[in-house]
């Protein structure tokens, strides 16, 4: 027998990820103050908070599962999550121009008899962008809820020159290794 998938999440991608890996889940969202994670670390961070958010989640069933997320831009010492304002996302967006940044997401998966976290790693190229480049990418409105001021999967991929590592990790969601480590919790894509 198969078990139930939560999602602990409010994000559109990781709801499309798991649909497109035809992965039956259900989503239960929840808001964690993500402020108390104060950590330098980017893999040290994402950890963190995506155990936050797993450990937020409440299991009211046994045959329940919990998958969480958490998702960084990191560049040059520095951990660029979602742009607070304007201003935040332009300081963010000609940081990362003509330069290599980091995506971390963080991933827990939990149930009553085991719990797992694990990191994974994608490195982004960005082109040079203009100013124009730039405000014009802002004035889309994409970069709002994207940690790193933008969205690979939208109009930000002509941002991006080249990637290493899995694409889906930073949309948010490594759904390939999800998937693996979904088996050992008995869950399965379905037909
Ligand atoms: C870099 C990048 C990030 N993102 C998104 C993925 C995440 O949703 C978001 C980072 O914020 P997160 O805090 O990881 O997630 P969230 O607040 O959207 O959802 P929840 O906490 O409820 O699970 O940035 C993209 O969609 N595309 C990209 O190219």
């Not at 995506?103 to 990191?119: D, P």
């Not at 990418?137 to 109009?155: F, H, L, N, R, V």
């Not at 080249?162 to 480590?181: A, M, Q, T």
């Amino acid at each position: 027998m198969s078990n139930k998938l939560i999602l602990a999440s409010s994000s559109p991608r990781r709801q499309e990820l798991l649909q497109q890996a035809m992965i039956p889940f259900s989503t239960r969202k929840q808001s964690v103050d993500e402020t108390q994670i104060i950590s330098d670390d980017p893999v040290e961070k994402v950890r963190k908070l995506a155990t936050l958010k797993g450990k937020n989640a409440v299991i009211h069933h046994d045959d329940e599962v919990i998958l969480a997320a958490d998702t960084v831009v990191s560049f040059k010492q520095r951990i660029f999550e979602k742009p607070v304002n304007q201003d935040n996302a332009f300081q963010m967006l000609t940081a990362l121009s003509g330069n290599t940044h980091e995506v971390y997401t963080g991933v827990m998966i939990r149930s009553l008899e085991k719990e797992i976290v694990f990191v994974e790693k994608t490195s982004v190229e960005f082109w040079t962008l203009s100013e124009e480049d730039i405000n014009w990418y802002i004035s889309t409105q994409e970069p709002y809820d994207k940690a790193g001021a933008y969205g690979i999967q939208s109009m930000g991929a002509i941002l991006v020159k080249k990637i290493i590592g899995d694409y889906y990790n930073v949309v948010g969601l490594p759904i390939s290794r999800v998937v693996r480590e979904l088996r050992s919790f008995s869950i399965y894509p379905q037909k």
